[in-house]
């Protein structure tokens, strides 16, 4: 007995395709749904009552005396029709209600099939024609069955100009598409019915042509007229106030507080280019119904896609300019959905570095408002305390964070900026940046040079004699340290040992190190000799004057390498998007948002700590992908692709902000999102014996060097495997293959503690 093949269970990339698709089928369903339950065209049904009786009286007229004659009832004709045509507005009631979607894929085929039909109704000899009263219009089987080609050429005109015109409604108000190929259509169809051997009928079907092209181009002149009209009257206004000609996009504003109302204003004002509003939503309820400037408000945030389709909205502007956080998140990507262009309000109030207003408009959304979190709370008193009329280096100055740090910096008014970095171009840009918002004659200084470099360094520490350090100068890309470790060690571990030395020599009063979450429990080299910076920085602390501290923060939103630009890049060039899990989730901060709490923990002043920066919920990169692939107008596995490339060497599935040592004796600060964790004990002599014999090892690019790092590090655990060509890969097991309950047990664990910490 044969035994029954059971079906392959699918993948679950498979189940989410199958399950996207079923998504998109039902939207389309709900949407036909929506048009069909739709109001009556009223206006339009009365026409068409109307012309129908204005036809049967012309009928009657023009029949009675044929109708007496032939059938002896003079309104035979007009009986019989006047059923007809009760029966055809019934029809189009009933009609009415149809999906007309479905006839879509029925367009091509249907006009197809007529012109075929029409075809064969000229062709001479053709066995399947039939001549009635001396006229040949019919196909058929003899007197059995019989129809009308020119008929079907009724319906199948109107079905595929129908689809036509819905699919080049933006198009439709040019020659080209609007006009010739219609033409090209119906002078094909019109031809083969001239050919057709009796004319009686034809001549009626071209006349009704013809006087619907009449009356199409007198509408046509009249629009022409009127339109010109208009615009010589718009040219006389323009030239009368010099204004620019306005923007009819018509918008939906969310917010009808004082923002949505100055939002109004300035769509509304002379010389607006922004759009027209026409609707506003907003959650309070009790706005609803109201008008601002002149604009109702229809509904709530929720009602934003049904009010889209309602209005035919073309782009969105928020204007609540307090909503920050998951609010905002929510907001953005309900606004995405639409497919509508999204536009942020610029605060009305906001000022810059110089205390001057911002400039009032609109600004394109970016990838810190859809991942938005709230707004930080800094005591700019404690940071100005140790930043005002003090000489601070920045090393990687040039870099996303270094930069970010330098601008914010500014803000403070410090004696001197120092730019330390090994890459001319970047750090030569900031500089300009800088002078050209706080003047040519700032005392911004840009130096190039190596950490790796003692002797530059002291060169440095002995010109400028800088007060406060921030280090951020760093070899930081995980699958690249991982071919090289031997220069992660010598550039992160020993640029950083040297520029520690050169401080505490030059009697540096602060020195700041930038950390990151991969060196809690690292997998990788770049996060080993990161925790490696983090043992320097609290030896140094113990053993010279400076106060010596490393800030611990996760990964920053549009970084150079980081995920967000390359996203970015990869939907611009047409995708795939790529990431390397299902699973894996990462900690997210804005560049800003990091440079300022990096300031803040530098003012803190604890010697020898590891500050610890809330990241907030860890994001997973599936999702990240997902909404940024909205964010520019994509829909994910539909017309953009999404492709699991696998874990990359080094690389784990979730990262940590903290050890498992330092989970209970986590410490709060006076700021809400900084946590210090507990000091290491560190033997000072076993320590700098394993840096003396990891300098040996780094040599060579070699396994000698991560069997170095993993005995320097007891919690380093790599993942990585190098393969006979050389190169490296992710190592099968470790926290590769941490299935997804394990995942988020330890995510819930991780915000439980965090919370309790707080």
């Keep these: 007995m044969a035994q029954t093949q059971r079906r392959r269970p699918m993948t679950r990339e498979e189940a989410l395709a199958r399950q996207q698709r079923m998504q998109r089928l039902r939207e389309k369903e709900e949407e036909s749904r929506e048009l069909a339950r739709g109001p009556i065209d009223l206006p339009f049904c009365l026409l068409v009552i109307l012309l129908t009786g204005i036809g049967l009286v012309m009928l009657l007229s023009a029949s009675f005396p044929s109708a007496y004659y032939i059938n002896g009832d003079p309104t035979h004709y007009f009986v019989r029709q006047g059923i007809f045509a009760i029966a055809g507005i019934a029809a189009m009631f009933l009609i009415s209600h149809f999906n007309y979607q479905r006839l879509r894929p029925l367009a091509k085929p249907l006009l197809y099939l007529a012109i075929i039909l029409l075809v064969l109704v000229v062709i001479p000899g053709n066995p399947f024609a039939v001549t009635r009263n001396n006229a040949t219009r019919w196909l058929g089987v ?190 953005i990507n309900l606004c995405n959905s639409t497919h509508c262009r999204v536009r942020m309000l610029s605060d009305p109030q906001a000022v810059d570095a110089n205390g001057k207003p911002v400039v009032a408009g609109l600004r394109e959304l970016n990838t810190s408002d859809f991942l938005s979190r709230d707004e930080v709370q800094l005591n700019s008193a404690q940071i100005s305390e140790y930043l005002h009329d003090k000489v601070v280096l920045v090393t990687g100055g040039g870099g996303s964070i270094g930069s970010e740090l330098c601008r914010q910096i500014m803000r403070y008014r410090p004696r001197q900026l120092l730019i330390f970095d090994i890459y001319e171009n970047c750090a030569y840009e900031l500089e300009m940046e800088l002078r050209n918002k706080y003047g040519a004659d700032i005392n911004v200084v840009t130096l190039i040079g190596s950490i790796r470099d003692i002797k530059r360094l002291d060169e440095v520490f002995e010109t400028y004699h800088p007060s406060v350090v921030f280090h951020a100068a760093a070899h930081k890309h995980v699958p690249l340290m991982e071919v090289s470790p031997a220069e992660a060690v010598k550039n992160n571990v020993f640029g950083t040992k040297n520029l520690l ?111 610890v920066l809330d990241m907030g919920e860890p994001v997973k990169i599936m999702d990240l992908a997902t909404r940024l692939i909205r964010f520019y107008g994509y829909e994910p596995n539909v017309n953009m692709e999404i492709k699991v490339t696998g874990l990359r060497p080094g690389e784990k599935l979730y990262e940590e902000l903290m050890l498992d040592s330092e989970q209970d004796r986590m410490t709060k600060t006076a700021h809400d999102k900084i946590f210090i964790a507990p000091p290491m004990q560190i033997d000072l002599a076993a320590f700098y014996e394993e840096l003396q014999n990891l300098r040996h090892d780094a040599e060579h690019n070699d396994e000698g060097v991560v069997l170095s790092l993993q005995r320097m590090v007891g919690t380093y655990h790599p993942n990585r495997v190098v393969n006979e060509d050389h190169t490296v890969s992710a190592a099968h097991g470790n926290t590769e293959t941490i299935d997804k309950e394990e995942l988020q047990k330890a995510l819930d664990e991780q915000h439980s503690t965090q919370q309790n910490a707080q």
């Design 501 to 611: 030395t050169s401080a505490a020599e030059h009697g540096v009063e602060r020195f700041v190190q930038l950390s990151t979450d991969k060196a809690v429990n690292p997998t990788n080299v770049m996060g080993c000799t990161k925790r490696i910076c983090e043992m320097l920085i609290q030896t140094f602390a113990k053993n010279t004057s400076m106060k010596c501290m490393a800030v611990r923060f996760g990964n920053v939103l549009g970084s150079h390498g980081s995920v967000i630009p390359l996203f970015e890049e990869q939907i611009k060039n047409g995708g795939p998007v790529t990431i390397t899990h299902p699973d894996i989730v990462r900690y997210f901060m804005t560049i800003p948002e990091a440079a300022q709490l990096v300031l803040q923990a530098g003012g803190l002043a604890q010697s020898g700590s590891i500050y």
């Design 142 to 331: 003899g007197e059995l069955f019989t129809f009308q080609p020119s008929e079907i050429a009724k319906v199948a005109v109107v079905v595929y100009f129908s689809n036509s015109i819905s699919k080049k409604k933006d198009k439709m108000y040019t020659t080209r598409y609007g006009i010739v190929p219609y033409l090209i259509i119906m002078g094909v169809i019109a031809l083969f019915m001239l050919m057709e051997p009796h004319l009686s009928g034809t001549v009626l079907i071209l006349g009704a042509v013809f006087n619907t092209a009449a009356i199409a181009g007198v509408r046509f002149l009249w629009r022409f007229v009127r339109t010109a009209t208009r615009l010589r009257k718009d040219n006389r206004a323009k030239q009368k106030s010099n204004a620019a000609p306005r923007d009819a996009t018509p918008l939906l504003i969310v917010g009808a507080g004082n923002a949505g109302a100055w939002a109004v204003n300035l769509c509304k004002s002379k010389n607006s280019s922004f759009g027209n509003p026409v609707v506003i939503v907003d959650d309070d309820l009790t706005k609803k119904g109201l008008r601002v400037q002149g604009v109702p408000v229809r509904g709530t945030i929720s009602d934003i896609p049904e009010l889209v389709r309602k209005y035919h909205i073309v782009e969105i502007i928020i204007a609540i300019t307090t909503l920050k956080g998951e609010r905002l998140n929510e907001v």
